[in-house]
Structures are given as structure tokens and as C-alpha cells.
């Protein structure tokens, strides 16, 4: 529903002396309230028409004042009050001389149209306002037509009730305001001291990380001294235990030769444990002092173009003697083509070797078998096992020193290999992984970069 035309104002008006101006504030504020504006609202535009009405009077003379209901472009009713000139307007233009006029109403302008110029300022009407229809707006017209203008004393009274309010409004969002500076003073002083507790906390725990790093560094400074005073030690009892070993193994074999002085059959067996005994002895002494290399990086590897066919083919024939169980068979497959990679021939060598004496060693049946295939950049090298697997609890234990897999004692060994396997792919930067599990054998990978470390 749409208002009327604007040629059927709800109030029209004359302004042509001082009293006047009281009056259009007067009703300005009855017809606001009229057609639904809230108090507040009602205040404002009643003290915007005041003041502009003022300025016309002095500037033209006088005006003619209208009010509208009319339908905005939000689909809001607006109540909009025309004020016309009765005089020209000095250079066809109006700014009030209060900067406040603009903030009062929701529009303000000014316009000319058939030489005839207007000053248009509006308010939108409330949505929960009652509907402007053609009924409605003649009883708003009729309402209005029924009250009289009351005198500049009266309007001077309520305006001064308005103050009064306002003012009270105004202490009270002053006592507001000082109730939330407090509060903020407060807050601020409660962020203030936070903010210095978390400040000394944090000092407190960077001093506490400053010292733990202190206490980490003196550790790793003890760590780094224990382990080459190890690995001297390791390295000093190994080179001073090979000599007699060597010489117990030496006399072992005059006593078991056969130009020396025949032997009871008693005094061969003693002799022969005595040499095996020395030759285990002297496979630990060895091992311990290859570790000890390692640990003290003592081992420089020689970089070079290695075929792995000859290697492969070395590692066949010197590890099938070692396959002395009849239900194992040793299988070393040819590398496919071209087979070569930047590495150290002797300490690959050691590594393969090792791990398929491992292998053979805990394979009661099956086989062991040694395969090399080509990864993208990489050579990874597989020794696989059908012996009886390790629990994927051990896989890391294993390649700790001296550490034995319970239950398989029996066959043997220092418990040195594998760490020793693993310190050496490391120096020729590759990996040493293991895949096993109780039953299913092992496999043990060794990934290698093609052009070396």
C-alpha cells in the first residue's frame, strides 16, 4: 500500500514571524508522533524544523511548510516536511547554520523545480508503525486538524522538559561511561599484571632452557668423551689381543701337526677345541677392532666405478663353503645390466658378506639369497632368509652391540655384525633396513646412491 500524492499533505503551515517557529516545532512534533515516530525521533525532527525555519525567516522572510507520508525506494515509509521560501534564497542556496540539521534527519536537501525552490528533509517512519493507508492518513489528517497550536510558553516548557530528559540521558551515559572506565582501569590493571607474571614466567622458563641446553652440551661433551675413550679402549685391547691369540692358534696347529710327536686321541680333541676356541677369540678380537674403527671414524672409503657381477660372483664362490647345511642352498643372483655404481668395493663387499653369513648361520632350511635391483637413483641390494624370523619388537635391538636374539645363542657369534653392517652403509650413505617376522625368515636392504654419498 502506497501513501497519497504529495499534493495532499497531512499539515500544512505558514511561517512569517518569530512565534511561528514554536509552532512548526510544535506540530512538526505532533505529526510525528502522529504517524508513529518514536519519541526520540520526534525530538529530532521537530528541533531540525526549528532550526532551518529559523534560518528562512531571517534569509527569505518566511516559508511554507508541508508534511508527507512517502514511500522510500526501501520500501520504508518516510515522513518528509517541504519548507518553500517565500523569498529567494541569497545565490539559490541553503546550508543550515547548525552543522547539527543533517545528523537530525535521515535526509536533508535542497531543490528547484519550476522556480520554485525546496528545502525537503525526511525521517523514516518505524516498521512496526501502523500502515499509512488512504483511511489512516485522513484520520491522521482529522487528528491533527483537532488539536490547536499551543503558545511559545508552552513549547518553551516542553522544550525545556526535553532538555531536562536529555540531560539526564546525558548523566546517566556519563555514570555508564565511568562505571566502564573503572572497569577498564581494572581490567587493565589485571591484563597489566598478567602480563608482567607471564613475563617473568617466561624468563623464569627461558633461564631454565638456557640451562638445560648448558646441562645438554656438558652431556654430549661426556657422551662424545665416553665414546672415543670406548673406542680406544676397544681398539687398544683388540690390537693387543691379536698377537697371543695369534700365537695360541700357531701352536695350536705344530701341536696337531703331523711330523711333531704324535698325539693321544684325548690330547687332538683338547688341542683342536683349543684352536677353535683361539680362532673364535680372534674372530671377536677382529670384529671389536673394525668397530672401533668405524666408531672413531678411522674409515675413509675409496670412491670408485664398481662392477657388482665380479663382486657378486666373489661373494658366491667364497660364501658357498660356508653353506655346509644340506637342506640350504646359497643363491647369489646375477645383478641385471649395467650393473655399476660409485661406492667402496671392499666395505660393500663386508656388508654383503656379513649379512649372508647371518643369514646362513640361522637358516636351518631353504635358502639365502642375495639379489640387486635398480631403483631410479638407487641400487638397493636384498639378502633374504627362510629361517625363523624376528618379532618386530627386536628390529631396532638388533642392531644394537653385543645384543643376540633369545634362542639363538647356540649358533654362535659376538653380536657385532649387524651394528658394524649399519655404521658402514652409513658411510657410503645408504640405509640398512630390516623386514621380518617370526616365521616368515628376514629380509635384510641395503639402498645405495648410484653416484655415491
Do not use: C
Not at 261 to 278: F, K, M, N, W, Y
Not at 351 to 365: D, S
Not at 421 to 429: D, E, F, I, P, S
Amino acid at each position: 500500500m502506497t501513501a497519497e500524492p504529495a499534493a495532499l499533505p497531512l499539515l500544512q503551515m505558514a511561517l512569517r514571524v518569530e512565534q511561528d517557529i514554536f509552532v512548526i516545532r510544535q506540530r512538526g512534533r505532533e505529526v510525528a508522533g502522529v504517524v508513529g515516530l518514536e519519541h526520540q525521533d520526534q525530538v529530532r525532527i521537530a528541533t531540525a524544523l526549528s532550526e532551518v525555519a529559523r534560518d528562512l525567516l531571517r534569509m527569505t522572510g518566511g516559508a511554507d511548510v508541508a508534511f508527507h507520508i512517502d514511500a522510500g525506494p526501501d520500501g520504508r515509509f518516510h515522513l518528509r516536511a517541504d519548507l518553500a521560501p517565500v523569498g529567494p534564497l541569497p545565490d539559490g542556496r541553503y546550508e543550515p547554520q547548525s552543522g547539527a540539521v543533517s545528523r537530525l534527519v535521515d535526509t536533508l536537501s535542497v531543490s528547484t523545480a519550476e522556480g520554485v525552490t525546496v528545502v525537503r528533509m525526511s525521517r523514516r517512519v518505524p516498521a512496526n508503525a501502523p500502515t499509512p493507508t488512504p483511511e489512516r492518513l485522513a484520520e491522521f489528517r482529522a487528528e491533527l486538524g483537532r488539536t490547536a497550536p499551543g503558545s511559545a510558553l508552552d513549547e518553551l516548557t516542553v522544550q525545556n522538559g526535553q532538555l531536562i530528559a536529555a540531560l539526564d540521558e546525558v548523566r546517566s551515559q556519563r555514570d555508564e561511561l565511568a562505571v566502564l572506565n573503572d572497569e577498564l582501569a581494572e581490567t587493565n590493571r589485571g591484563v597489566l599484571a598478567l602480563y608482567n607474571q607471564l613475563t617473568e614466567e617466561l624468563e623464569a622458563t627461558n633461564r631454565g632452557v638456557v640451562a638445560l641446553y648448558a646441562e645438554l652440551d656438558e652431556k654430549s661433551a661426556q657422551l662424545r668423551a665416553a665414546s672415543e675413550s670406548k673406542s680406544r679402549f676397544l681398539a687398544n685391547v683388540s690390537h693387543e689381543l691379536r698377537a697371543p691369540v695369534t700365537a695360541i692358534i700357531g701352536l695350536g696347529r705344530l701341536l696337531a701337526d703331523s711330523s711333531s710327536d704324535p698325539l693321544t686321541a684325548e690330547q687332538a680333541r683338547q688341542v683342536g677345541l683349543i684352536r677353535s676356541s683361539a680362532e673364535d677369540l680372534l674372530g671377536l678380537v677382529n670384529e671389536l677392532l673394525d668397530l672401533a674403527k668405524a666408531e672413531s671414524g678411522r674409515i675413509e672409503p675409496d670412491w670408485a666405478d664398481v662392477d657388482l657381477r665380479p663382486v657378486f660372483g666373489q661373494l658366491r664362490g667364497t660364501m658357498r663353503a660356508l653353506a655346509t647345511r644340506p637342506g640350504v642352498g646359497l643363491v647369489v643372483e646375477e645383478p641385471t645390466e649395467p650393473a655399476v655404481l660409485r661406492t667402496d668395493e671392499v666395505l660393500l663387499g663386508q656388508v654383503l658378506r656379513n649379512l649372508l653369513h647371518n643369514g646362513l648361520k640361522f637358516t636351518e632350511r631353504g635358502e639365502v639369497r642375495l639379489r640387486a635391483r635398480r631403483r631410479d637413483d638407487r641400487w638397493n641390494f636384498e639378502v633374504s632368509d627362510t629361517g625363523p624370523g624376528i618379532a618386530p619388537e627386536l628390529h631396532d635391538r638388533i642392531f644394537e652391540e653385543f645384543y643376540q636374539v633369545p634362542g639363538a645363542t647356540r649358533v654362535g657369534g659376538t653380536g657385532l655384525g649387524l651394528p658394524y653392517a649399519r655404521r658402514l652403509v652409513t658411510l657410503l650413505g645408504g640405509t640398512l633396513e630390516l623386514a621380518s617376522e617370526p616365521g616368515r625368515g628376514s629380509t635384510f636392504t641395503v639402498s645405495l646412491p648410484t653416484g655415491g654419498a
